[in-house]
C-alpha cells in the first residue's frame, strides 16, 4: 500500500476542510434569506434559517432517536437462523 | 402491426425465446425488446385514451388493455427501467434468471394498462410468481426462506383482490377497474390488496425481508414494479381516500429510523424504498391534479433513481463480495465510477435541485401545503431531512468512502457502469429539463420548480441536515455500523408464531402422550381382566364358550377406540 496512489481525502486535513466547508456553506445557505422575498405557506417558514434549523434539528433527532432504537430492535446476526 | 399487441406483451412473448439464443445475439435481443416496447407505447399513446381486445365472459365485459394518460407514465417509466435492469444483468449466463425478469416487468406493464379487475388480477400474480425467482436465483438456503415468506405474502394480496373484485361485480356489475373507493366490503378488500403491495405501515416487512436476498441484479428488477404497481393502482382506484394521506405520513416516517441503523446497505435501501412510496401514497391521498401528478412524477424519477442505488450497491456486493456498512470502506478507490453513479442518485433521492427528486417531490409536499394539511407536511418535511441522512449521506459514505479498510477489487464491468450512467444521466436531464417529464403527466402541470425559494429553502434543508450528520460524525456520536438484525413486525411471523406453534406442538404432543397413555392402559386393564376371566381355561370361560366371544368383543372395542384417536 506505500507506493499507492495518495488520495485526497487521506489527507485528515482536507477532511477538516470539508467538514469546516461545511458549516460555512450553512452559514450563508441561512443568510440568504435576508436577501429575498420568501413565498411560503406557513408563517412560521418566514423566519430566517427556518429550513436549516428544521434539517438540522430533524437529522440530529433522527440519528439520536434511531440509536435509541437499537436498544430495542437490535438483535445478533444469526437472530433468524 | 406492433399496436395491437397488449403492452407487456413484447416482454412477456419475448422472454421465451431468450433460453434458446446465445451469446451477443441474446444480448442485443433482450436490450432490443424494452426499447420496441417503448416504441409500440410511443404509438399507441397518439391514440389514447383508448380500449383494446374487450371481450365478453360469463356476461361481463372485459377490458384487457386501457391506455390513458395515468397509465401511460407508468408504462413508460416500467420500459425504461426494464432497458436499464437488462442492461445491467446482461453478463448474467442462466436464462432462467432473464426469462423471470422478462416476464415479471411485462405482467407489471399489461397490469398497469388493465382496464378490469380480472385482467389486473392475473397480471398482478404473474409479478408475484415471476418475481420470486430472482430472490431463489440467490440460491441460499436464507434467499429460499425469504422467498417462500415473500411469495405467500404477495399471492396473499393477488387472492383478497379476486376476493374483493368478485364482491364488488356481485354489488355493482361491473368488473371496471376505475375509482373503487373504500365503499363496501368489496372496496376495502381490494384497497388491503393494494395495500400489501405498496407496503402499508405494519403490511410492509416483506419488501425489506425478501429484496436485499434476491441477486444482484434480481434486486434491481425487484425495486421498479412491484410497489410502483400498487402506487398506480392506488392512484387509479383510491385517489382523494383520505386515510391515505396519514397512511403516507406514516410510511415516509418510519421506515426512517430503521434505515438510519440498518447495516446491510440494500436493506437500507429497501426502507427507502418503502419511505419513499409514503410521498407517492400522501400524493393520492389528498387526490387533486397536482398531488397526482406528484405522485405520478415521483413514481418516474423514484423508479430511475432508485434502481441506480440499487445497482450501485449491488456492483459493491458483487465486487467486494459483501454490501454491509460495518465491512466496507475506501471502495471509492477501486471503484471511482460506480461511487460517482451513487453519489447522483444520492442527490436524485435528497431532492437536491439540478436532480430528478428536486422537480417531483415537491408537487407532492407543495399540494400538501395548499390543502393545509400541516402536520403531514412537516412530517414529510422532517422525511425529506431524514432521507438525506440515510440515502444521501449514509449509503455512499458507507458503500465507498469511509474509513480505508485495504479493500482493493475491481470496477464493475462495462454493462453495469453503462447502465448506472444512463440512469445517473437521466436523473439529471430529469431534474434540469422538467418540461418533457410535467407533459406526460396526468394533467396539465403550471408548477415551476426553480424559484429562488424553493431553491433556497431547499438547499438550507439538505444541507444543515448533512452537517448534522457531519457534527455527529466530528463528535463520535454518530452510531457506527453493526453486524446485527433489526426485528421489525416480521418478528411476529418469523419468531413469536413459529415459536407459538412450536410450543404448542410440544405441548400438545405431551397432552396427546399422556392422554392417549391412559386410554390405551385403561383398555390394557379391561383387556387383561377379560381374558383372565373370559378368556380359554378362565374361570368364566369354563361353561360359556361364548367367553371367547367376549374377549373378541372386547378386542374390536380396543381396535375401534384406538382407531378412532389415532
Given at each position: 500500500m506505500d507506493n499507492e496512489k495518495k488520495y485526497w481525502l487521506d489527507d485528515p486535513a482536507n477532511v477538516r476542510k470539508v467538514y469546516y466547508g461545511l458549516w460555512v456553506a450553512c452559514i450563508v445557505l441561512a443568510a440568504l434569506d435576508l436577501f429575498y422575498h420568501k413565498h411560503v405557506h406557513y408563517d412560521f417558514e418566514e423566519l430566517i434559517g427556518f429550513f436549516g434549523f428544521f434539517g438540522f434539528v430533524a437529522c440530529v433527532g433522527l440519528v439520536l432517536a434511531s440509536k435509541g432504537l437499537r436498544r430495542i430492535v437490535m438483535r445478533d446476526e444469526d437472530f433468524y437462523d | 402491426m406492433i399496436e395491437f399487441l397488449p403492452p407487456g406483451a413484447i416482454l412477456i412473448l419475448g422472454a421465451a425465446l431468450v433460453p434458446l439464443l446465445k451469446g451477443r445475439v441474446r444480448q442485443a435481443y433482450m436490450l432490443a425488446l424494452p426499447l420496441l416496447g417503448l416504441a409500440q407505447l410511443y404509438a399507441l399513446s397518439g391514440s389514447a385514451p383508448l380500449e383494446m381486445l374487450q371481450f365478453s365472459m360469463f356476461g361481463y365485459e372485459l377490458t384487457p388493455v386501457r391506455v390513458d394518460k395515468l397509465s401511460l407514465v407508468w408504462g413508460y417509466v416500467f420500459y425504461i427501467a426494464a432497458f436499464l435492469s437488462v442492461l445491467y444483468a446482461l453478463?448474467?449466463?442462466?436464462p432462467g434468471e432473464h426469462v423471470a425478469a422478462m416476464a415479471y416487468s411485462g405482467g407489471a406493464i399489461a397490469a398497469a394498462f388493465a382496464g378490469d379487475l380480472i385482467t389486473l388480477f392475473v397480471f398482478w400474480e404473474v409479478t408475484a410468481i415471476t418475481s420470486v425467482f430472482l430472490i431463489w436465483s440467490s440460491r441460499t438456503e436464507r434467499s429460499y426462506r425469504a422467498g417462500v415468506r415473500y411469495l405467500v405474502i404477495q399471492v396473499a394480496s393477488g387472492v383478497l383482490l379476486l376476493a374483493g373484485a368478485l364482491v364488488r361485480v356481485h354489488q355493482t356489475g361491473s368488473v371496471d377497474f376505475g375509482f373503487i373507493g373504500l365503499e363496501g366490503a368489496g372496496g376495502t378488500l381490494i384497497f388491503l390488496a393494494f395495500g400489501i403491495k405498496a407496503a402499508f405501515p405494519f403490511l410492509h416487512n416483506w419488501l425489506q425481508d425478501a429484496y436485499p436476498e434476491a441477486t444482484v441484479t434480481g434486486t434491481v428488477w425487484l425495486s421498479a414494479f412491484t410497489t410502483k404497481l400498487a402506487i398506480y393502482a392506488l392512484a387509479r382506484?383510491?385517489?382523494?381516500?383520505?386515510i391515505l394521506i396519514y397512511i403516507g405520513a406514516a410510511m415516509c416516517a418510519f421506515p426512517i429510523f430503521y434505515a438510519v441503523i440498518e447495516n446491510d446497505l440494500r436493506r437500507v435501501l429497501a426502507y427507502s424504498l418503502n419511505n419513499q412510496l409514503g410521498f407517492m401514497v400522501v400524493g393520492i391521498g389528498i387526490g387533486t391534479e397536482l398531488a397526482l401528478n406528484g405522485t405520478a412524477a415521483h413514481a418516474f424519477s423514484h423508479i430511475i433513481y432508485k434502481g441506480l442505488l440499487f445497482m450501485a450497491m449491488g456492483a459493491i456486493l458483487q465486487q467486494v463480495g459483501t454490501a454491509k456498512g460495518s465491512e466496507l470502506g475506501g471502495v471509492y478507490k477501486s471503484m471511482p465510477w460506480s461511487a460517482t453513479f451513487c453519489i447522483i442518485g444520492a442527490a436524485s433521492i435528497s431532492a437536491f435541485p439540478l436532480f430528478s427528486g428536486f422537480v417531483s417531490k415537491s408537487l407532492v409536499m407543495t399540494a400538501s401545503a395548499d390543502n393545509h394539511y400541516t402536520l403531514v407536511y412537516l412530517v414529510m418535511l422532517f422525511a425529506s431531512a431524514g432521507v438525506v441522512e440515510h440515502a444521501g449521506v449514509k449509503i455512499p459514505y458507507f458503500g465507498f468512502f469511509g474509513p480505508d479498510r485495504g479493500i482493493r477489487v475491481k470496477e464493475a464491468p462495462l454493462n453495469m457502469l453503462l447502465a448506472m450512467g444512463i440512469a445517473a444521466a437521466l436523473c439529471i436531464v430529469i431534474g434540469i429539463f422538467p418540461r418533457p417529464l410535467y407533459d406526460i403527466l396526468p394533467f396539465p402541470v403550471e408548477y415551476e420548480p426553480y424559484t429562488a425559494t424553493h431553491v433556497i429553502t431547499q438547499l438550507q434543508l439538505l444541507v444543515w441536515a448533512i452537517l448534522g450528520v457531519a457534527v455527529l460524525k466530528w463528535y463520535h456520536i454518530y452510531p457506527p455500523e453493526l453486524r446485527s438484525v433489526n426485528v421489525d413486525i416480521d418478528i411476529v411471523y418469523r419468531k413469536w408464531l413459529p415459536t407459538a406453534w412450536a410450543y404448542s406442538l410440544r405441548a400438545g404432543g405431551a397432552v396427546w402422550n399422556s392422554a392417549s397413555g391412559a386410554v390405551t392402559g385403561w383398555l390394557q386393564r379391561t383387556y387383561e381382566t377379560t381374558y383372565r376371566y373370559?378368556?380359554?381355561?378362565?374361570p368364566l370361560a369354563r361353561t360359556w364358550p361364548s367367553g371367547y366371544m367376549a374377549m373378541w368383543t372386547a378386542i374390536l372395542l380396543l381396535a375401534v377406540l384406538l382407531a378412532l384417536y389415532i
Open positions: - | 453478463k448474467v449466463e442462466r382506484g383510491f385517489a382523494g381516500t383520505e373370559h378368556g380359554p381355561e378362565a
